[in-house]
């Protein structure tokens, strides 16, 4: 069932349909609070997915791996050679002084090709220390709408198979190093992190030259807004801006926080961020989008198509899934000594429910749980009642067959009689053993 009809079954059981554009969304944002709630609820089957994620071994500069820095702008980074990854964002630079920089964002694109630091480096790199810098991986970031890890697999060759997973407070009560090099064998819960968001919104006006076939819809109300990406990770949305094209269907976007960075008594200079412009048709009840990557140095943004420039047909569309800002982390025990790819099963946040054709994910009885569950929060009362029930009838469809019991999950509640192969450098068995106090 799409969002649109769940909408207009809510308005039949209320005999109440204002028609008001407010009411409708107040009644979209109670759909979403419930739809959240319920896949926050439990592990359900719906809400896991497969994905892979790149661990690599530390970096270290040689006579091949060379990087040099510019005297003008001391957070810029250029290497000798094509060699920078796009994962190594977020990540720990660590200069020839041995002071460490996190790694804001890494522009792999043929006429850049640069790697941009958050702090500045305090000498220049040239000459002789060219090759005297490293990266180190001390954790990395699960997907944005990552609510808990499940299950982790090595399936490259040679690897573990299924890996066991450590909450922070068992890996201090291990004393665990992590300087220990090795093979991977076990994943440890991390922060949670997250980067500043944008405060204020964006400036729209009409403007330009696009008329007939060309350009947006004409007497359409528009809204764009943006989040900052770095360090491997973009930020929470700006507040919405909105527009109302006319016959002239072009919008004009500025009004993008200052980005770049002012060295000490010197000129303002570039830092690397992104800021990432999202739009949406209102009025058709469109999804929100991403228009462009606008770098720290560009100029005001221009919306003269309904096909961003990066895609060639709408299925290269990329949507906002939200919500951005918050990331989970973890950390590998052993520290990679080589790249190796593993695989977390988890348990995700699907996106909320914005466009009419939008549906939630899961079977029939989700949309009966949401539908319910809305009509006994807006009606109250003896009506309230019907619906509650209404709503534990679903819920209980659902848990008899889509959910599973924590202690299934190896990732939460792991057993000490599992083992694994002879060639694992630490047992399992004692790892998850309590420890001796002699």
């Given amino acids: 069932m799409s969002l649109s009809s769940m909408m207009q079954k809510i308005l039949d059981e209320e005999s109440f349909d204002p028609k008001i554009a407010a009411y409708r969304d ?3 944002r109670r759909i979403n609070e419930v739809y959240m709630d319920l896949c926050q609820m439990r592990p359900w089957l719906f809400c896991q997915r497969h994905v ?3 661990l690599y071994a530390k970096v270290e500069g040689s006579a091949t791996q060379t990087v ?3 005297s003008g702008n001391l957070r810029q980074v250029s290497p000798g050679s094509d060699f920078y990854v796009q994962g190594w964002e977020g990540h720990v630079f660590i200069d020839p002084n041995n002071n ?3 790694i804001g964002r890494v522009d792999t694109t043929p006429s850049a090709n640069l790697l941009w630091l958050t702090t500045p480096l305090t000498a220049t790199i040239t000459g002789g220390n060219t090759d005297d810098w490293s990266i180190r991986f001390d954790r990395y970031r699960l997907p944005v709408d990552t609510i808990q890890a499940l299950g982790w697999m090595d399936k490259t060759t040679g690897g573990y198979g299924r890996m066991g997973s450590l909450s922070a407070r068992q890996e201090e009560m291990l004393f665990l190093d992590s300087a220990q090099e090795g093979q991977p064998g076990f994943i440890i819960e991390d922060d949670h992190v997250q980067i500043r968001q944008p405060e204020a919104k964006l400036t729209l006006s009409v403007a330009g030259s ?3 076939d060309d350009g947006l819809k004409a007497s359409t109300k528009y809204e764009v807004r943006y989040t900052l990406y770095y360090e491997g990770q973009e930020s929470a949305p ?3 801006a909105s527009v109302t094209t006319t016959a002239v269907k072009e919008i004009t976007v500025a009004g993008v926080e200052e980005l770049r960075w002012l060295p000490p008594g010197g000129s303002i200079q570039r830092a690397g961020k992104q800021a990432w412009i999202y739009m949406r048709d ?4 469109g999804r929100w989008y991403l228009w462009e990557k606008m770098e720290d140095n560009a100029s005001p943004l221009l919306i003269d198509n309904l096909l961003p420039n990066y895609a060639v047909d709408r299925d290269d569309i990329v949507y906002y899934t939200g919500p951005a800002g918050q990331r989970k982390t973890f950390r590998a025990y052993a520290t990679a000594s080589s790249n190796r790819t593993i695989t977390a099963r988890i348990w995700y946040r699907p996106p909320e429910l914005i466009a009419g054709s939008d549906q939630p994910v ?9 539908k319910n569950m809305v009509l006994s929060d807006i009606l109250g009362g003896g009506e309230s009642n019907k619906f509650e029930r209404r709503a534990a009838t679903s819920l209980r469809v659902l848990e008899s067959s889509l959910a599973k019991k924590d202690e299934r999950y190896v990732a939460r509640n792991w057993k000490a009689e599992l083992q694994y192969g002879s060639n694992r450098d630490i047992n399992y068995r004692r790892l998850t053993a309590p420890r001796r106090v002699d």
């Fill in 210 to 212: 696009a008329s007939g």
């Fill in 238 to 240: 700006s507040p919405v």
């Fill in 68 to 70: 040099t820095s510019l």
């Fill in 100 to 102: 460490e920089h996190i």
């Fill in 362 to 370: 899961g079977p029939p009885a989700v949309e009966s749980y949401i």
């Fill in 52 to 54: 892979d994620v790149q």
């Fill in 282 to 285: 209102v009025d058709n009840g």
């Fill in 26 to 28: 107040s009644l979209r």
